[in-house]
T-cell receptor
Framework: DGGITQSPKYLFRKEGQNVTLSCEQN?????MYWYRQDPGQGLRLIYY???????QKGDIAEGYSVSREKKESFPLTVTSAQKNPTAFYLC?????????FGQGTRLTVV | SQQGEEDPQALSIQEGENATMNCSYK?????LQWYRQNSGRGLVHLIL?????REKHSGRLRVTLDTSKKSSSLLITASRAADTASYFC????????????FGRGTSLIVHP
């Protein structure tokens, strides 16, 4: 089955911890994106990568970091500098202008 | 960054009725897309309409685009309880890299 796989589905983070959200795709897409979704806020772009070894900041990149060492993988690290990380995180890849989304990771600070 | 805005924010209808939601955007686009999100899940692509198209159909979905008003509408005919979801429009500026930006969505509830 081709698609986008995000893991874990649920993640709990203690104050001051860094956590990494996984995003893997086997669709052979060059472009990948990370969005954050809060209730009533819609989707906001965190980071995107249009080719391996290159990525760009989105609208709300502060407190987050990414890497793109392989075409298939685009992990997102939520650092301790992100003061309000509790949210639903969505990863997507792009074919032409159509986005394919994973099922999301719900991150909660405890 | 450009963003589409959906209207209304919430819509509650009975099964069998039609549901109409609207999207407005700010700058020139190459295309506009509609996505659906079931609660707690990822978004799923529904339909794409290009800037040179005025109307497009897919099953029970009908999308219109008015580039002069920078607006689009999504009509779901003969709604079913299974249509209950949030619906988002996505746009990307014409020229340069395509980076989809999403509005806040319309939350549709279809009562059986």
């Amino acid at each position: 089955d081709g698609g986008i796989t995000q893991s874990p589905k649920y993640l709990f983070r203690k104050e001051g911890q860094n956590v990494t959200l996984s995003c893997e795709q086997n669709l052979n897409h060059d472009a990948m994106y990370w969005y954050r979704q809060d209730p009533g806020q819609g989707l906001r772009l965190i980071y995107y990568s249009q080719i391996v070894n290159d990525f760009q900041k989105g609208d709300i990149a502060e407190g987050y970091s990414v890497s793109r060492e392989k075409k298939e993988s685009f992990p997102l690290t939520v650092t301790s500098a992100q003061k309000n990380p509790t949210a639903f995180y969505l990863c997507a890849s792009m074919r032409s202008t159509e986005a394919f989304f994973g099922q999301g990771t719900r991150l909660t600070v405890v | 960054s450009q963003q589409g805005e959906e209207d209304p924010q919430a819509l509650s209808i009975q099964e069998g009725e039609n549901a109409t939601m609207n999207c407005s955007y700010k700058t020139s686009i190459n295309n506009l897309q509609w996505y659906r999100q079931n609660s707690g899940r990822g978004l799923v692509h529904l339909i794409l309409i290009r800037s040179n198209e005025r109307e497009k159909h897919s099953g029970r979905l009908r999308v219109t685009l008015d580039t002069s008003k920078k607006s689009s509408s999504l009509l779901i005919t003969a709604s079913r309880a299974a249509d209950t979801a949030s619906y988002f429009c996505a746009t990307g500026a014409s020229g340069g890299s395509y980076i989809p930006t999403f509005g806040r969505g319309t939350s549709l509830i279809v009562h059986p």
